[in-house]
């Protein structure tokens, strides 16, 4: 028998009545009533009440011993009275009589409590993360981490990928986020990157004649956190496939989601089979590439109502001379919302850095009008068109915005969002995903007037360009594709450009010679030029998977030694200085600010 345990502290029940038993965990709460001292013992299965009276020689070592100490204790198991039953717990109707308790590690001060879900500092948490991961909601939804790695590595093997690992020092791109470098001693001035993804090194597994290749791939990008994106490092279900299209693709990731999802939550899958959302429709509709389609609300462009005669509403009517585009929401059956609903909304929008939105609400008597603070700007026949496009009814509000077209996408997706939240529209026991196509393959930077690459540079475009095609380069869509869940983006993927002449043509509308491409893809473009098949994938993120599986709202939730805000790991003190004979070595020096 093990010397500490005969049994963990989740495994005890009525079968093991009157049994000799020895458990050890941390001391996760005491009870004292006088002449009685109960003790919740916890360890990674669960919790085991134990049980010692007065008279036990133990009963004051155990009385004074602080909370999460390490110990041993060995008794014997009784059956709990009716009413003190805990069916909290799987060990709810036992308890075990302590004879003996032994401290296997002694514990200082709590800077925290453990046997709490209570809120605390970030600083606090992460600093002492060692206590923060043994609290009951964080340490589940770690252990429902490691599950779901599991479950997918075994689902994948099972649809015919083999697992493979690429490389952590490689070199630096001048596409995507910041890299992380690092010095190479042996190469004095010379850096290695993390990898930001293993793009590269999947495709060329591809062209190395590998059919189906994954991996739980670590990835490293110096930026900015936010809450769906811990800095610093996240990891990703790294997928390629050859001889694919992107029907194919979205093929395996819907059924591996949908598996996923059905075995690790109770909520519903609004679609078993995910909508397909044009990129241009959901900027549109959506206001947004990422768009949560629990949220029954559409966004309606309506600019052509007011270069109309009968439309009065000169504010708008002036922005739309210049070039502006207005956008508007429609609401079902909120006739009888208060006037403070409609300005609270109003006002949030100012808030937001909007100059507002104005809103009414159709009426109907005689004709067809408009309750609300700019409703007599518009004619009957104004309101029949913007109810016809928006389709809306008598008693259905219009929520409308001017201006530039990027503007206006921003303030009409969290209009969208807010106003959903206002009226109760979402379902937060439902899964929406769908998958967002047709990515422009180039966009212009509106600062330098630079054309660049919307979305990944080795993506394939779409139909058979020609030179007249590659005249108009923002017109060219890609075999680009997001998946997204709730209005989380889970991942990006593509169908990869495999054609050297093709990627030079591409490369070069964004500004880069045959020679930069050579030297900055040098290892790709060369493998590209030996025999590529078609190939394709995508990488969608472990912990945004996790983080939506564990219903919470920050990624930190479910990462287990995650950095604050500002990359920084508090608990290992992270980034730290290093000696002067370690910079001596890579030959770096660092230059102070003055």
């Not at 009951?136 to 690992?165: A, C, T």
């Not at 473009?525 to 709202?553: F, Q, T, W």
């Not at 003190?573 to 004979?581: N, Q, T, W, Y």
Request: aromatic share 10%; glycine share 4%.
């Amino acid at each position: 028998m093990n010397k500490y345990r005969s049994h963990n502290c989740n495994e005890l029940r009525k079968d093991d009545l009157d049994k000799d038993i020895s458990i050890s965990g941390w001391i996760n709460k005491k009870r004292d009533h006088g002449n009685l001292l109960f003790i919740d013992l916890r360890d990674n299965y669960g919790i085991t009440q134990c049980i010692i009276d007065k008279e036990n020689r133990y009963f004051l070592d155990l009385e004074k011993t602080q909370l999460e100490t390490v110990i041993k204790v060995s008794g014997k198991v009784v059956s709990r009275s009716g009413e003190t039953i805990n069916n909290e717990i799987e060990t709810g109707e036992i308890e075990v009589v302590i004879n003996e308790f032994e401290i296997l590690g002694t514990c200082k001060e709590l800077p925290m409590p453990v046997f709490s879900d209570q809120e605390y500092a970030e600083e606090i948490r992460l600093k002492y993360r060692f206590l923060d991961l043994r609290r009951k909601k964080i340490h589940e939804n770690i252990i429902l981490r490691s599950k779901v790695i599991s479950y997918i590595r075994n689902e994948m093997i099972k649809l015919g990928f083999l697992e493979f690992q690429t490389p952590i020092l490689t070199s630096s791109s001048p596409e995507g986020a910041r890299d992380f470098l690092v010095p190479s001693r042996l190469n004095p001035g010379k850096f290695y990157a993390l990898p930001q993804a293993p793009q590269q090194f999947k495709q060329l597994i591809m062209v190395s004649g590998f059919d189906k290749y994954f991996q739980i791939a670590p990835c490293f990008r110096d930026e900015d956190a936010r809450a769906d994106r811990s800095p610093g490092e996240f990891y990703q279900l790294d997928l390629e496939m050859s001889f694919v299209e992107q029907e194919d693709v979205f093929n395996v990731v819907e059924s591996l989601m949908i598996n996923t999802f059905k075995k690790f939550s109770n909520k519903k899958l609004l679609y078993d089979k995910f909508p397909k959302i044009s990129y241009a429709d959901a900027m549109l509709n959506y206001g947004s590439d990422k768009p949560d389609l629990r949220n029954p609300l559409l966004i309606n462009d309506i600019t052509e109502i007011f270069t109309r005669e009968d439309v009065s509403f000169e504010i708008f009517k002036k922005l739309v001379k210049s070039g502006s585009k207005v956008r508007c929401i429609s609401t079902k059956n909120t006739k009888d919302k208060p006037r403070s609903f409609f300005d609270n909304i109003d006002k949030w929008a100012k808030e937001q850095g909007a100059s507002g939105l104005a809103y009414f609400t159709f009426e109907k008597e005689d004709q067809l009008s408009a309750k609300g603070p700019i409703g007599k700007f518009f004619s009957h026949e104004a309101l029949e068109k913007i109810m016809k496009q928006t389709n809306s009814e008598v008693g259905d509000s219009i929520f409308m915005a001017c201006g530039k077209q990027n503007d206006l996408e921003k303030i009409t997706s969290l209009a969208r969002d807010k106003i959903a939240k206002d009226l109760d529209l979402i379902d937060d026991d439902v899964f929406a995903f769908c998958w967002i196509v047709d990515y422009p393959m180039f966009e212009k930077d509106e600062v330098t007037n630079k054309i660049e690459f919307s979305h990944n540079p080795f993506s394939m475009p779409q139909g058979n360009l020609n030179e007249e095609n590659l005249k108009k380069p923002l017109d060219i869509l890609a075999y680009q594709y997001d998946i997204v869940c709730n209005g989380i983006e889970l991942s990006s993927g593509a169908i990869r450009n495999h054609k050297p002449e093709l990627m030079y043509k591409l490369f070069s509308i964004a500004g880069y010679d045959k020679k930069q491409v050579d030297e900055k893809f040098s290892g790709m473009i060369n493998a590209l030029s030996y025999g590529a098949p078609p190939h394709g994938g995508i990488a969608p993120g472990i912990d945004r998977i996790v983080m939506l599986l564990a219903n919470e709202k920050n990624i930190r939730e479910v990462t287990m030694f995650p950095m604050n805000q500002n990359a920084q790991d508090l608990m290992m003190k992270a980034p730290s200085d290093v000696s002067e004979e370690q910079l001596k070595e890579l030959s770096i020096s660092i230059k102070s600010k003055k």
